[in-house]
């Protein structure tokens, strides 16, 4: 997998990458497998490339709206075409998934973190074009 294709991967752990400088071919594929490690780090370190605290104000704000977003997605409503708070959930996502174990995602996971690199991938190449 040729990781420093990703712009926001040359910078240093962590350091965040602008949202307005992101393009379509920025996002990383999807998660196919729950065992591909070095897909998941990949999107992992993608994700940390955003603060999803500092977008939502605080952890709690940041909770109640990923919750919000995923139960509307689990009943078949469409994510929202807002990047950042698509870019805030997979930060969520992966911050959640470090504090509780660290286990990795199960094949709803997959589901869910590949719809939000693919709703992120849409929204930007709309905006784009």
């Known amino acids: ?57 605080s952890l709690e704000e940041l909770a109640e709206r990923y919750h919000e977003q995923h139960r509307a997605w689990l009943t078949g409503s469409a994510l929202t075409d807002d990047p950042d708070a698509l870019r805030g959930y997979l930060f969520f996502w992966f911050r959640a998934d470090r504090h509780g174990g660290g286990y990795g995602p199960d094949s709803q996971d997959l589901a869910w973190l590949t719809a939000l690199l693919d709703a992120l991938r849409r929204t930007l190449t709309t905006d784009e074009g």
């Open 1 to 57: 997998m040729d990781t420093m294709r990703y712009r926001w991967n040359a910078a240093e752990s962590d350091e965040p990458f602008p949202t307005d400088e992101l393009a379509d071919i920025d996002i990383p594929p999807p998660l196919v497998r729950a065992d591909d490690r070095d897909a998941f780090q990949l999107v992992n370190r993608f994700a940390h490339t955003f603060n999803g605290y500092d977008w939502a104000g």
